[in-house]
């Protein structure tokens, strides 16, 4: 259950923060509406899966990496945003964090 709650959070988070591209600084109260909503049940459901049984860097680390990653590809997709050699390396690399942090909480 504390994975799922992880998952539920990292979606909500990406939602808010591509709903916060899309208000155009808050301007548009739909999207400001999105936004908040997003970020308060990101945190809402990072708070109940930290507390069932994650361990606090592990979760955090998943959700900002899983989440950064996320936006980027969204960005570059959707938004028109460019995609460089360093932004895939740096994705590769919070990757690779988020795989060293969960084995070495494994043990």
């Given at each position: 259950?504390?994975?799922?709650?992880l998952?539920?959070?990292?979606a909500?988070e990406v939602?808010?923060?591509?709903?916060l591209k899309?208000?155009?600084g808050f301007?548009?109260?739909?999207?400001?509406?999105?936004?908040a909503a997003?970020?308060?049940?990101?945190?809402?459901?990072?708070?109940?899966a930290?507390k069932?049984?994650?361990e606090?860097g592990?979760?955090?680390a998943?959700?900002?990496?899983?989440?950064?990653?996320?936006i980027?590809?969204?960005?570059a997709?959707?938004?028109g945003?460019g995609?460089s050699?360093?932004?895939i390396g740096?994705?590769?690399?919070?990757?690779a964090?988020?795989v060293?942090?969960?084995?070495?909480?494994?043990?």
């Amino acid at each position: 259950m504390a994975w799922l709650l992880l998952a539920l959070a990292i979606a909500a988070e990406v939602l808010a923060t591509s709903a916060l591209k899309l208000s155009n600084g808050f301007s548009h109260l739909g999207w400001s509406i999105v936004v908040a909503a997003g970020y308060l049940s990101s945190f809402a459901a990072l708070g109940q899966a930290l507390k069932l049984q994650l361990e606090m860097g592990t979760a955090y680390a998943i959700w900002a990496g899983v989440g950064t990653a996320a936006i980027t590809v969204i960005g570059a997709l959707f938004l028109g945003e460019g995609v460089s050699a360093f932004k895939i390396g740096g994705i590769v690399l919070i990757i690779a964090g988020v795989v060293v942090l969960n084995l070495a909480g494994a043990h």
